[in-house]
């Protein structure tokens, strides 16, 4: 099963590049997974986004720390098997922590998430949600964990905790995307996916304002920044729990010109 998992998608430039790639390359993959927690201008995501990504042919949408800056969210949440928030949010949280999804040649997928802990809100602990998320796994379907984290440290680590149980351990949040793909006991990793947006910028925001920030450490209204933007993803050729290829992606629509 060749399966592609698209990295933070980050406002209106990032849901233009992912709409223009899955226009003529969906029918490469037989899934595909996108993190999609900064669609609504880097806060959240919004039913709209949402249904966006679905009728472009994502099969699932992950989250992570910006889960519930839109209200509209928990209904969301709480109507669609096709998007998963991080696992280790306390219990009652509305919205589910894995999925299960099934390929048009019935092979089975399933998607969980976990929040790190270090610089991020102090959720539950990631590691036996982790472990959680592998139990609840069905025994015939490939398992792919979006360790959603600021510390590479964190992600490292989750991913040799899932070594050889799940079949990629994927990194999101960062928005770089690192270069440190390998299969470790059956297992694809990368710390982080990277963002798919506008790479020319602070990690999706416009620099004036983040800039400004740092300078004067009072409160500025961060935009999204605007222009060229690109798709960061992996390609994850996998068979059933063991991963047998690991790929980065970075694309650019020919039409977009030049970065920054
Ligand atoms: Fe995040």
Known sequence: MRVLFI???FGTPGLRVAHRFLRDHRGDYDLVVANGENTAGGFGITRKHA???WGWGVDVITLGNHTFDQDEVVDLLESSSR????????AGTPGLGHTTVAAANGERLTVGQV???VFLEPLDDPFPAADAIVEACPADAALIVDVHAE???EKKVLGYHLQGRASAVLGTHTHVQTADEG???GTAYLTDVGMTGV???AIGMQFDEVHARFLTKRRHRFRPASGPATLNGVV?????????????LQWRDEGEGADG
């Open 7 to 9: 990295g933070d998608v």
């Open 51 to 53: 249904e966006q990504l």
């Open 83 to 90: 998007i998963v928030r991080p696992a280790n949010y306390p």
């Open 115 to 117: 929040m790190g802990r």
């Open 151 to 153: 510390a590479t440290s």
């Open 183 to 185: 299969i470790f006991s």
């Open 199 to 201: 790479q020319h910028s």
């Open 236 to 248: 994850l050729d996998l068979d059933g729990r063991r991963a047998r290829g690991v790929q980065r």
